[in-house]
C-alpha cells in the first residue's frame, strides 16, 4: 500500500498474472467468509471480495483479498475527489500480521508508506484522533494464498477529521493489499463508490437467486458459489479444473526422470527443459526449475514472449501442481487481456494439454505435460511443423508462485528443432545487460568526453579528428545496442517512456554526425579572421550544438529509466546516479568557471 508513487511505473508495467484455473480464485474468495454476512460483493474479479452486515449503528465487514500480506479497506472522504492518488484522504483499516496479528484505524494523507509527521499512512491516534473499531482480526490461508480482515466499526463517528461517516447513500470504497506484511506498496488496489445499506445482487440474477450462465451457480448473499465444473464471477465460464482435461493425469509420474527424455537443453543454470516426440503428432514437454515460484515455456512467433503459445504452472500451497494453456498477448499487469487463457472469450481458443503432472520437491519446481503438434486450435496456440526449428520463449520467477505472480525474474527465447534436439537459446537478461553497458560506454562516457573536446579544445589542431572519431565509435556501440534491443523486444515495445525515448536518442544520434559534416564543409574561416562576420550560423553549427547536448541529456536520463525498467539493483542505480551527476556537474562546472576567466573556445 505504500505509496512511493509512480515514478517506478514504467518498470513495473510487464507482469505476469498467472490464473491457476478459471474460477479458483473467486472461490478462494468466497469461501473463508461464506455465509458470515448478508451482503457479498466481487470487488475484483482473482483479487478481492467484500462481505458486511448493517445495523443501526455499526458496519460488520470482512475483505479477502487475494494476497500473504496485509489487507486494508476504508472510505474516501468524499466522492468525486480531484486528488492524485486513489487511497489519499482516505479512512482506512488496516490489517497485517508483522509480528503478530494486528488490525488499526489510519488516515492516509501522503504517498507514502511511513508516517512522517501528520503525513503519509497514519494512525487516527497518532494525529489525534481516535481508535474508531470495535473489534478487529486478520486471518491468513496458506494453502490458497489468500488473507481476510475483518472488523466491526460505527457507522457515524465522533472522530472528525479522521473518520468518514456511512450513511444510507453512495459511499466511495477503497481496498487495497500487499504480498507482504511490512506495509509496503499494493500488490492490488481499487476503489468503487456503492450504497452498504442497499443489498447486491448477483450478476444477470433472476431476482437475486441465482447466477447466470450455463452453471447456474447458488447464490451466496450477493456474491456467486458455482457448480461444480464452472468458474468466473458469474459461475459463466467452464473451470478447466473440473474438467477431465485439466486434472492431474496418472499417465504422467509427478518427477523428471532424465533419461525419459530424448532431448534436453539448459537456458541458464537453473532452467531445464527436456522433450520427446512420442508419436506422428504428440510431444512431452517437462521442465525442471532451480526455483520454487512459477515457470512457463512454449512456442513463439519470433522468440519474444508476446504472442507466445505458452504453457504457464506452478507448485500450489498444496504441494499439488497447476497448468493452464494461456496466450501472451500485451505486456500489463492484472487480469486478462494480457496473458490470458486460450479458452478467455478474448483468445477463442481451446484447452489443449492432454495431461500434466509435476512436483515441488527439494526446492524445486518439476512441471511436464503433453500436448499435439498441431492443436487445431488456431486462435490460442502455435503450430510445431515436423523437422522445422520452432522459435521459443522460457520464463520464471524465482519464488513467486501463482495464482497472482509478479513479473518473471528470468526469461529468454530461442529456437528448437524439437525433432533432432538442435537449440539455440538467448538469455534475454545477458541481452539486456549488454544493451545497457554499451548505451552507458556510449553516451555516458564517450559522448560527454567528444563534446568536452569540441567545445573547450579547440586550441589544438587534433582536436576535429578526436571529436569525430570518439562520436563515431559512440554511435558504432549505440547501432549495436539498439540492434540487440530489437532482439529482445518488437515494435509494439516501444510505448513505454524509456523505449519511446530510446527511439528518439537512436534518430538523434543518427542525425548528429551529418549536421556536424555539413558544419564542417560550410565553416568560413572569415568567422575567425573578420571581426565583421564573426557569428555563428544557427544551421547548421547551432543546430548541431543543440541536438548533441539535447540527445546526451536525454540519453543519461534514459538509461536511468531502463535501469528502472529492468530491475537493476538499488546499488547500481545509486552508483549511476552519482557517476552521472558527476559528469553533469563537471561539465557546468566548468562551463560557468570559463566564463568567469574568459573565452571558453568557442
Known amino acids: 500500500m505504500a505509496l512511493f508513487r509512480k515514478v517506478l511505473i514504467c518498470g513495473i508495467i510487464l507482469s505476469f498474472l498467472l490464473q491457476g484455473t478459471i474460477g479458483d480464485v473467486n472461490k478462494n474468495l468466497l469461501n473463508p467468509l461464506n455465509g458470515q454476512y448478508n451482503n457479498c460483493l466481487l470487488l475484483q474479479s482473482n483479487l478481492a471480495m467484500a462481505f458486511w452486515n448493517i445495523n443501526s449503528t455499526h458496519l460488520e465487514m470482512g475483505v479477502v483479498a487475494n494476497g500473504q500480506g496485509f489487507v486494508a479497506a476504508g472510505f474516501k472522504s468524499y466522492i468525486g475527489t480531484t486528488s492524485t492518488g486513489i487511497m489519499l484522504n482516505s479512512d482506512v483499516i488496516l490489517g497485517s500480521m508483522a509480528t503478530t496479528p494486528n488490525v488499526d484505524d489510519y488516515w492516509i494523507s501522503g504517498a507514502q508508506q511511513i508516517c512522517a509527521g501528520p503525513n503519509g499512512v497514519c494512525t487516527d491516534t497518532s494525529r489525534g484522533g481516535t481508535r474508531n473499531i470495535i473489534s478487529g482480526s486478520i486471518n491468513r490461508d496458506t494453502s490458497t494464498g489468500v488473507s481476510w480482515l475483518q472488523f466491526t466499526r460505527l457507522l457515524l463517528s465522533p472522530d472528525v477529521g479522521h473518520d468518514v461517516n456511512i450513511s444510507n447513500q453512495p459511499t466511495q470504497m477503497i481496498w487495497s493489499f500487499g504480498t507482504t506484511d511490512p506495509l509496503a506498496y499494493h500488490f492490488g488496489r481499487n476503489y468503487l463508490t456503492l450504497n452498504l445499506f442497499t443489498p447486491p445482487i448477483c450478476p444477470n440474477g433472476t431476482n437475486g437467486l441465482t447466477c447466470s450462465g450455463p452453471g447456474q451457480g447458488n447464490c451466496s448473499f450477493g456474491c456467486c458459489a458455482c457448480e461444480p465444473g464452472w468458474g ?3 459461475c459463466s465460464s467452464i473451470d478447466i479444473a473440473a474438467t477431465t482435461g485439466g486434472q492431474v493425469s496418472d499417465e504422467l509420474t509427478p518427477d523428471i526422470v532424465k533419461t525419459d527424455y530424448d532431448f534436453s537443453t539448459s537456458f541458464d543454470s537453473k532452467y531445464t527443459l527436456y522433450w520427446k516426440v512420442l508419436d506422428k503428432d504428440t510431444i512431452e514437454f517437462a521442465v525442471d526449475c532451480d526455483c520454487t515460484g512459477w515457470v512457463a515455456f512454449g512456442p513463439s512467433p519470433d522468440g519474444n514472449m508476446f504472442g507466445t503459445d505458452a504453457v504457464l504452472g506452478y507448485i500450489k500451497g498444496d504441494g499439488t501442481p497447476s497448468i493452464n494453456d494461456y496466450k501472451i498477448g500485451t505486456e500489463r499487469s492484472g487480469t486478462c487481456p494480457g496473458v490470458c487463457p486460450d479458452t478467455d472469450p478474448s483468445v477463442g481458443g481451446t484447452y489443449d494439454i ?25 486462435k ?48 534475454l537478461q545477458d541481452l539486456q545487460k549488454t544493451h545497457g553497458s554499451l548505451m552507458f560506454i556510449a553516451w555516458a562516457i564517450l559522448v560527454p568526453f567528444a563534446n568536452f573536446v569540441a567545445r573547450y579544445l579547440k586550441r589544438f589542431g587534433w582536436w576535429f579528428n578526436v571529436h569525430r572519431g570518439v562520436n563515431g565509435l559512440a554511435m558504432l556501440l549505440m547501432v549495436i545496442a539498439f540492434i540487440i534491443a530489437v532482439k529482445f523486444t518488437t515494435l509494439q515495445h516501444f510505448e513505454t517512456p524509456h523505449k519511446a525515448i530510446g527511439i528518439i536518442v537512436v534518430i538523434l544520434g543518427f542525425t548528429q554526425p551529418f549536421i556536424g559534416t555539413l558544419a564542417d564543409l560550410w565553416f568560413d574561416i572569415k568567422r575567425i579572421t573578420d571581426p565583421a562576420t564573426n557569428s555563428t550560423p544557427m544551421y547548421p553549427d547551432i543546430t548541431h550544438w543543440v541536438v548533441g547536448y539535447l540527445s546526451w541529456l536525454l540519453a543519461m536520463i534514459n538509461i536511468f529509466l531502463g535501469l528502472i525498467a529492468y530491475h537493476a539493483s538499488l546499488g547500481v542505480k545509486v552508483v549511476y546516479i552519482l557517476g552521472g551527476g558527476a559528469v ?3 561539465s557546468l562546472g566548468y562551463f560557468v568557471y570559463k566564463l568567469v576567466v574568459g573565452k571558453s573556445g568557442h
Do not use: E
Open 232 to 234: 468466473g464471477p458469474s
Open 354 to 378: 492432454l495431461a500434466f503432472n509435476g512436483n515441488g520437491n527439494n526446492g524445486r519446481t518439476q512441471l511436464k505435460w503433453r500436448r499435439k503438434l498441431d492443436t487445431l486450435d488456431t
Open 380 to 427: 490460442g496456440d502455435l503450430v510445431i511443423t515436423k523437422g522445422k526449428a520452432s522459435n521459443i520463449a522460457w520464463s520464471y520467477n524465482q519464488d513467486q508462485k501463482g495464482p497472482l505472480l509478479q513479473k518473471h525474474s528470468n526469461k529468454g527465447g530461442g529456437s528448437i528443432n524439437f525433432f533432432t534436439g538442435k537449440a539455440t537459446a538467448i538469455n
Open 584 to 586: 553533469i556537474a563537471a
